[in-house]
T-cell receptor
Framework: DAGITQSPRHKVTETGTPVTLRCHQT?????MYWYRQDPGHGLRLIHY???????DKGEVSDGYSVSRSKTEDFLLTLESATSSQTSVYFC??????????FGPGTRLTVT | QKEVEQNSGPLSVPEGAIASLNCTYS??????FFWYRQYSGKSPELIMS????GDKEDGRFTAQLNKASQYVSLLIRDSQPSDSATYLC??????????FGTGTRLQVTL
């Protein structure tokens, strides 16, 4: 267990509002990832980080931005939430870039 | 063609039987392979990793890798009702990024 927490765990927001999700880890893992999970699509990578201030896009990055100012925190921001961003969001961390360990998830509903 | 393919199931096996879960992948350059278990409403949990051809055993779980056939499998021996979950196959591609299959739902019946 990688000691990963996500906040908030549940959120309901309105279309057009900005939303920030936080991932916090206590394992000093170098790599951090944000995924979304939707029925029929499985887990899809949004953005990832391979070090402090080093981030890159995943396969579904449009409408999302990230920041990592310190090792333990990785923030995901929905710049202007849309209904298509209703999903379950998972953060994951990895010490090596291979095996990944997941946080408990955030259920986001955009109305 | 999906990069990582799994039969969505459900795969139903009786308690005590062997469950066999299969996964194929398209990127021949993939080097690392993982199986995750995900209970309904919970996050994925890493249960097996395999990096070279052959079998790797851990308790009741055996992962099998055949890179020539681009095929990974997970065997669960003596299946228990607590094994009922969705099993996700994941494969590393480029830049330490994992690609996941959509998962196979396993039901272990009493």
């Amino acid at each position: 267990d990688a000691g990963i927490t996500q906040s908030p765990r549940h959120k309901v927001t309105e279309t057009g509002t900005p939303v920030t999700l936080r991932c916090h880890q206590t394992e000093n893992h170098r790599y951090m990832y944000w995924y979304r999970q939707d029925p029929g699509h499985g887990l899809r990578l949004i953005h990832y980080s391979y070090g402090v201030k080093d981030t890159d896009k995943g396969e579904v990055s449009d409408g999302y931005s990230v920041s990592r100012s310190k090792t333990e925190d990785f923030l995901l921001t929905l710049e202007s939430a849309t209904s298509s961003q209703t999903s379950v969001y998972f953060c994951a961390t990895s010490p090596t870039g291979n095996e990944q360990y997941f946080g408990p998830g955030t259920r986001l509903t955009v109305t | 063609q999906k990069e990582v393919e799994q039969n969505s199931g459900p795969l139903s096996v009786p308690e005590g039987a062997i469950a066999s879960l299969n996964c194929t992948y398209s990127d021949r350059g993939s080097q690392s392979f993982f199986w995750y278990r995900q209970y309904s409403g919970k996050s994925p949990e890493l249960i097996m990793s395999i990096y070279s051809n052959g079998d790797k055993e851990d308790g009741r779980f055996t992962a099998q890798l055949n890179k020539a056939s681009q095929y990974v499998s997970l065997l669960i021996r003596d299946s228990q009702p607590s094994d009922s979950a969705t099993y996700l196959c994941a494969v590393t591609g480029t830049a330490s990024k994992l690609t996941f299959g959509t998962g196979t739902r396993l039901q272990v019946t009493l």
